[in-house]
């Protein structure tokens, strides 16, 4: 089955600077969704691109969809310390059904 | 809305013991997930249901894991016996599906189970 897989795995940057992290998954998909997972907490939806967008903006987040090389990327621009969490992607095939990558660890230094 | 509610959030029981995980999905959604998350494993869906109805139970571990959802607003997993490699924590989602098309899931804050 399909599965986002996240790149880089781990991301240490200073407060203000922009992370990127990169997704790429093997199979088409109907939708591609990023999540956010603080320290001892549950997931929490960011932004949801559809296989027919190539870009989508939320306030601080820029998400991009390439269909014919299979990836994603996620932009958080002007980091602040709160945006330590570990970030996930999730691919879904038009089931109901996510399949999650492994997460990127953000760590955002004051 | 209080969001997804699950309980208890902390659970630590011996081997061989049953283990009930209960969770209240948000009003109104008709999909519920319960996921397994450890460090080696990742986030893995283990059943979901959809109308109250269990639609696919393909990650299910093995047959010492159930769940139900009697009505839309109530499920629960139950292990038995438990088992140290069941220790992990399990996250409820819910969502509004609609026609399939992979919505947006809403998760509770998870209950860390440790089985010693």
């Known amino acids: 089955s399909q599965q986002g897989e996240e790149d880089p795995q781990a991301l240490s940057i200073q407060e203000g600077e922009n992370a990127t992290m990169n997704c790429s998954y093997k199979t088409s998909i109907n939708n591609l969704q990023w999540y956010r997972q603080n320290s001892g907490r549950g997931l929490v939806h960011l932004i949801l691109?559809?296989?027919?967008?190539r870009e989508k903006h939320s306030g601080r987040l820029r998400v991009t969809l390439d269909t014919s090389k299979k990836s994603s990327s996620l932009l958080i621009t002007a980091s602040r310390a709160a945006d330590t969490a570990s970030y996930f992607c999730?691919?879904?095939?038009?089931?109901?059904?996510?399949?999650f990558g492994k997460g990127n660890q953000v760590v955002v230094i004051p | 809305d209080a969001g997804v509610i699950q309980s208890p959030r902390h659970e630590v029981t011996e081997m061989g013991q049953e283990v009930t995980l209960r969770c209240k999905p948000i009003s109104g959604h008709n999909s519920l997930f319960w996921y397994r998350q450890t460090m080696m494993r990742g986030l893995e869906l283990l059943i979901y249901?959809?109308?109250?109805?269990?639609?696919?139970d393909s990650g299910m571990p093995e047959d010492r894991f159930s769940a139900k959802m009697p009505n839309a607003s109530f499920s629960t997993l139950k292990i038995q016996p438990s088992e140290p490699r069941d220790s992990a924590v399990y996250f409820c989602?819910?969502?509004?599906?609609?026609?399939?098309?992979?919505?947006?899931?809403?998760f509770g804050p998870g209950t860390r189970l440790t089985v010693t």
């Open positions: 989602a819910s969502s509004l599906s609609r026609l399939g098309r992979g919505d947006e899931q809403y």
């Open positions: 999730a691919t879904s095939q038009g089931n109901n059904r996510l399949a």
């Open positions: 691109i559809r296989s027919n967008e």
């Open positions: 249901f959809n109308n109250n109805v269990p639609i696919d």
